[in-house]
């Protein structure tokens, strides 16, 4: 009898603890992207040029992450989303995790529209 239980519940178990995993990388990602905008944003209220803030924060977030750097005269603001994949076994759709972060560009740079 305690097989028959023990052969119900492990799947059960396997798949809470898949997702409890899954949860972890979801806030790892969560905080990896808010990180990342919040440099990239600091690198572009310097001056850095875009197309390199661009590449500094792609290396630092996980593949396939959408970035957007925008630059005006007050201020830079830095947006990143990137999806997370679930267990397979879940049989769920991907989270979208997003990082935002905003800045005020330093006295002499001039504004970037790309």
């Known amino acids: 009898m305690a097989t028959a239980e023990i052969a119900v519940a492990l799947p059960a178990l396997v798949l809470v603890t898949a997702i409890a995993l899954w949860g972890l990388k979801v806030a790892s990602v969560q905080l990896t992207c808010t990180d ?23 290396r630092a ?31 769920l759709p991907a989270l979208t995790v997003h990082g935002r972060a905003t800045a005020a560009t330093e006295p002499g740079v001039p504004p970037d529209e790309s």
């Open 61 to 91: 977030v996980p593949k396939g992450a959408t970035i957007k750097v925008h630059r005006d005269k007050a201020t830079v603001q830095v947006d990143i989303s990137a999806a997370v994949n679930p267990p397979a076994a879940a049989h």
């Open 36 to 58: 990342a905008a919040q440099a990239g944003a600091r690198a572009a209220a310097r001056g850095e040029p875009l197309p390199a803030v661009r590449e500094f924060v792609a």
